[in-house]
């Protein structure tokens, strides 16, 4: 099928009202491969009108209907899987069966918030009078302005459109703009499958200028964001000023004790895996890991070995393991963290650069530290790049201690057989979400979301829908 690359309004596929584009960079040889439009703020206003008569349809619209929309949606995701995933290896950089897994899991999105559709539970109570009658329904927020990045440019909008939709709201999706393409084939879907015009739109450009005008109209009932901490104050800020509802995932910087009692060779092997998929771009990666003092050695050698067993290449490629970062951005960025670790001591094990043979493309090669020490960047700032600090810790207490010395507390994982150290640490982790022997934790049916600067709302699970509703108490005289 052709690759959607206009914005997506009110059922329409429309380019910018005075013709602008931006370009989209293929992270793996740096050169154009197509161009999307830049949005107006007429192409804005025309956005939020539609969103504005499409929830008024939507909302008026039973759940079963929505419900079964919804699965439509997901059906038609997975039937399109090897269409989408090649433009999202073009436009991210992450290899194929990455990017396969990815629409799967934007699939399941659908399915899932299908079924909650159904489930927007409200609730009847005892008066103190039987003349009176007390029930607390749930109904939807309105328009909701989402915004997305793009290590995930297929999974991360579809957290977002899939409760919206299921929770009757429309939606205006503002995805990341290096990775629009792979955000259309979500509106295409929606399109495909009835859902009427003016409930899902999608629209690019410049970031600033789309947040802004979107977050500033009243329109807009709901805001929710997946970006850096940055980002995030920023639309909080914008939020305040017109007292908006938001929901934020604003990134981790995710910490892995590993307890001398886990099975050393399956910790290793599934922490380093984990660490470089999507080549650290993801936003519950491991980025911290803390290994007790008297495995430390024989953990870090079986973690070097199978990180340089992964090979680093064009995503195309079935037999890459790790592709480019996604921007020359992220690149640089890399580089800086490695930089400025390395001169404050720590030990390179692997790693540290481009791969000689690749003479184009955003690549670095999987990158290990050891000696790391807590006034490195590496350990105070999500790093989203292929690098692997490596520490050690003492005790239960210290480890804890050490995981929980962030800003951040997306996610926390944790390697071992002891009964109460899995739930002494798990209680203990400073965290959203702990994964315990397992670092592939996120799943549509549970909420995934963060405390303390990681933000605030969960995205799927059942908690994950009503955050698109409110809550109205009716009281009635008999």
Request: charged share 25%; hydrophobic share 40%.
């Amino acid at each position: 099928m052709e690759v959607p690359n206009r914005m997506y309004i009110e059922g329409e596929w429309v380019t910018s009202t005075d013709g602008a584009t931006m370009p989209i960079i293929d992270p793996a040889t740096e050169e154009q491969v197509d161009t999307v439009p830049r949005a107006t703020a007429e192409d804005l206003d025309r956005a939020l009108e539609a969103a504005e008569r499409g929830w008024r349809v939507w909302r008026e619209t039973d759940a079963w209907t929505r419900s079964n929309t919804l699965r439509r949606v997901g059906a038609l995701i997975r039937e399109r899987a090897e269409a989408i995933a090649p433009v999202i290896t073009e436009e991210q950089g992450k290899p194929l069966g990455e990017a396969r897994g990815e629409i799967m899991a934007a699939a399941d999105q659908f399915d899932w918030n299908a079924d909650e559709a159904r489930r927007i539970y409200g609730r009847s109570l005892e008066s103190h009078s039987r003349s009176e009658r007390l029930m607390v329904i749930h109904q939807p927020i309105g328009p909701v302005a989402a915004f997305s990045p793009g290590n995930f440019p297929v999974l991360l909008p579809a957290r977002k459109i899939a409760p919206a939709l299921a929770a009757g709201c429309s939606i205006i999706v503002k995805p990341a703009e290096e990775t629009v393409r792979s955000c259309l084939y979500l509106a295409q879907a929606c399109h495909d499958a009835g859902v009427p015009a003016g409930v899902m739109n999608v629209v690019t450009g410049e970031p600033a200028q789309i947040s802004t005008h979107l977050i500033r109209s009243p329109v807009i009932r709901k805001v929710s964001l997946t970006g850096s901490l940055a980002v995030g104050k920023e639309l909080m800020r914008l939020c305040a000023e017109e007292l908006k509802p938001v929901a934020m995932e604003l990134g981790g910087h995710s910490p892995v004790l590993v307890f001398e009692d886990a099975d050393l060779e399956f910790a290793a092997e599934t922490a380093a895996r984990a660490k470089f998929r999507n080549n650290g771009q993801v936003c519950i990666a491991a980025s911290r890991f803390y290994v007790q003092q008297s495995i430390a050695e024989p953990f870090l050698k079986r973690f070097v070995d199978v990180t340089q067993s992964l090979r680093v290449g064009n995503g195309r490629d079935p037999d890459t393991d790790v592709g480019p970062l996604c921007s020359r951005r992220r690149l640089e960025a890399t580089e800086a963290l490695v930089r400025d670790a390395v001169d404050k001591g720590a030990s390179l094990r692997t790693g540290g650069g481009r791969p000689r043979e690749l003479r184009k493309g955003f690549y670095y090669l999987p990158t290990v530290l050891s000696d790391v020490s807590a006034e490195m960047r590496i350990l105070q700032e999500e790093p989203f790049a292929p690098i692997a600090p490596i520490a050690t810790f003492n005790d239960l207490e210290d480890g804890i201690e050490k995981a929980n010395a962030s800003n951040y507390g997306l996610a926390a994982y944790i390697f071992t057989r002891d009964t109460a150290t899995l739930f002494r640490a798990s209680e203990g982790l400073e965290a959203g979400m702990v994964g315990v022997n397992n670092m592939v934790i996120a799943s549509a049916e549970m909420p995934f979301g963060g405390i303390k600067q990681s933000g605030f709302g969960r995205e799927g699970g059942a908690e994950g829908v009503k955050g698109y509703t409110v809550t109205k108490y009716i009281n009635v005289r008999l």
